[in-house]
């Protein structure tokens, strides 16, 4: 695979992991449903994973930033196994309206599922990993507005949990912005 091939699918890869949270964030601010503790952990394992894929972009694909990406999406599908695992009972309910007919739980474990395989096969299929450095290729218009969106969502999202939570834990079942009503 070549070098612009791999960069390429990183960006498209980072794209995604943009509009993911992007999605979490419009779903937060447009119908006021504030994310759980663990919704906040899912969002941190989609952040690991595009920072893993936003270091291949700057620097040049390594097997040590798509490592950092599969265990940013067993953390966060660790996490969001947890979640379904917690409302999978029945009669205890769900947290958050569904999406597309499933919750976003439930979306974050099928996602980082597919983060895992993708990075699995980019580095079974990509033997320039293991080549000597070269100097990185410029970096695509595609790179950049990628590397953008996904700093100004992983900000944006940091931003927000602090609103919510403070410097202290995060409430079980937030219903206000803890930082803005002291």
């Known amino acids: ?7 390429s699918l990183d960006a498209l890869g980072l794209l ?6 992007a999605v979490a964030f419009a779903d937060q ?12 952990l899912q969002r941190v ?10 270091m291949n972009l700057v ?7 798509y490592g950092l990406t599969i265990l940013g999406a067993m953390a966060g599908g660790a996490v969001a196994l947890r979640q379904i695992l917690l409302h999978v009972v029945p009669g205890t309910g769900a947290y958050g309206a569904p999406f597309l007919g499933l919750h ?12 895992v395989v993708g990075s699995a096969i980019l580095l079974l299929f990509d033997a320039r990993l293991d080549a000597s450095p070269a100097d990185p290729e410029p970096i695509s218009t595609l790179a950049r507005i ?10 944006g999202n940091a931003l927000s949990t602090f609103l919510e939570c403070g410097l202290g834990l995060c409430p079980d079942n937030p219903t206000e912005y803890e930082m803005l009503h002291q």
């Open 1 to 7: 695979m070549t070098d612009k091939i791999s960069r």
């Open 16 to 21: 995604a992991i943009g509009l993911v949270l």
């Open 29 to 40: 601010l447009l119908n006021h449903e504030l994310p759980c503790p663990l919704c906040l």
């Open 45 to 54: 394992g989609f952040v690991l994973d595009g920072f893993g894929l936003a």
């Open 59 to 65: 620097f040049r694909p390594r097997a040590s930033h």
């Open 104 to 115: 976003f739980y439930t979306w974050a474990a099928i996602l980082f599922t597919l983060i």
């Open 146 to 155: 990628a590397l953008v969106l996904f700093a100004l969502l992983a900000v």
